[in-house]
């Protein structure tokens, strides 16, 4: 393939290094390096870690597994590997998914084109010679035509309690777990933050712990997740009918291999909701989200009712009423927050050795030697556990040097709020695209990824077809967030903002508040992103530009 994409109006052409730098190897990184590859286009992996993995390398705190079924939380692009793997249960393990993804760069010979251990500190677009020059923490310079970003969207740390270092015990935030097993045994620990994170360590940590205290702001609705071990007839069953899966998980709105409901509460008997409900509460997982009434997301009373029915459901399960209702979501619908998966999570609370600190009364304010200091005075630990989430979404890109047309940073891009074309590409920085970037669909990751990582390579095949570069308009990025935050007026999600939600910005102090999931569902959104084709991608130097759908 030629090596030189002519910006219109440039004209110079200047080798570089590779064509396209991929930073990142976790699920997309890997995904857009087997995309790039199959379409001839020379590519580059810089990764952090010491190993592939990404959000699974990191995160391998106790207890870590995906929220998402196995057998749809991984790639499809491989047919042989899809009749292989065999998944042990229905929410992997991280080692399981760490595992899987060592295998998947072993088995496409991937680790030849990826240099672990670096950490890419900047990436500088040169708009006379149409270049990327992407830099290292090794001090290592890279030139590139393309740079793709598949730097997750929950990677950079929020670490919101100061004085860490006066701290004498152990503190770990849970995305830097160290690799060698951590004792509780007899210890007393906290944990800081229910999100899905805490609420995955929660359990496990108190049954080896000496004492726990868990350090509570926003409750959640946590789901149980009813994992179990996968026989081989149910292995069987899925490889059977992978097709049919797949199928149903681009038509399902969130990607899971879910089947159509049809089914809204204001249709239903009232004296049969609460069996509506009981059947997706004991069917786990995000089935009761989505296998109960397709309207619980957008509709006040379907939710309220859903709502409420959860709340009952702490009630029954946690004897000590006081913590019961601490529990008990109350400023946000559900949905509202990222719904946990919970494996005996509200059980937990009846241990003897685990208590519950709601830090809206009395807050955190600092470490202290001992352990933490809080409103009412000193609490002792000697293992403190910080779950307490990350900068998501947008956070990687503005916490790396990242600049595109006259310099321009994506931090000064997105101070008013991080916006972008479809999660996939952001005005004014040409031939730099994002995977999983803001507005992109809320949905099981792997096949949005897919999605995305093909649509990439089609456009950077198509760029070197035409002569152009990959650059869309601001117009463009507007409208496309007009589209989502239209899509998302239409839910009973807005609520989470006051609830601190990530997905709104809005768990970061300072940080400028925006929607930044498209939560229309990912069969339209691909539908949308598909027809760019038709439409030169919507690409400022393609010959048909037209609107946006
Ligand atoms: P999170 O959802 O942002 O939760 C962070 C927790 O820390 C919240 O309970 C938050 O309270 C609390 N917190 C933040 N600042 C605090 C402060 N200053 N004082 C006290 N508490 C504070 O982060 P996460 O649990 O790491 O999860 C992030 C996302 O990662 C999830 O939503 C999910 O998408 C993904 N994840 C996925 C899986 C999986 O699929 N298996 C597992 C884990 C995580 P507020 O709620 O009040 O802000």
Known sequence: MAPANETPGTKEQVGVDVEAIIIGAGIGGLRALWELRSRGISSKVLEKGSNVGG????????????????????????????????????????????????????????????????????????????VWTVTTDAGATYTSRYVVAATGQLGIQHFPVEGVENFKGIAYHSSSWPEEPVSFEGKRVAVIGTGATGIQIIPLVAQEAGSLTVFQRTPNFVMPARNYVLTDTHRAAIKRDYDDVWAKVSEQPFGMAFDPVNRVLGDTEPASRNQVLEAGWEAGGFRYIFETFDDLLTDEECNAAASEFVRNKIRAIVKDPVT?????????PVGGKRVPLGHFYYETFNRANVSLVDVNSNPIERFTENGLMTADGELEFDVVIIATGFDAVSGALTHMDVRGRQGLSMKERWADGAESFMGVMVDRFPNFFTILGPQGPFSNNPPVIEHQAEWIGKVITYCEQQGIAAEVSTETVESWYRIAKEAFDSTVLGAGEQAHSWYLGANIPGKAHRILYWFGGSPAYNDMLDRTEEAGFHLIGARQAAPVA
Request: proline share 4%; charged share 30%; glycine share 2%.
């Open 55 to 130: 959000t699974w390398y990191w995160n391998r705190y106790p207890g870590a597994r995906t929220d998402s079924e196995s057998w749809v939380y991984c790639y499809s692009f491989d047919k042989d590997l899809l009749q292989e793997w065999d998944w042990k249960e229905r929410f992997p393990t991280q080692s399981e998914m760490q595992a899987y993804l060592e295998h998947v760069a072993d088995r496409h010979d991937m680790r030849k084109d990826i240099t672990f251990g670096v950490t890419v500190t900047s990436a500088i677009f040169d708009e006379n010679a149409n």
């Open 324 to 332: 019961a209702e601490l529990l008990c979501p109350t400023d946000h």
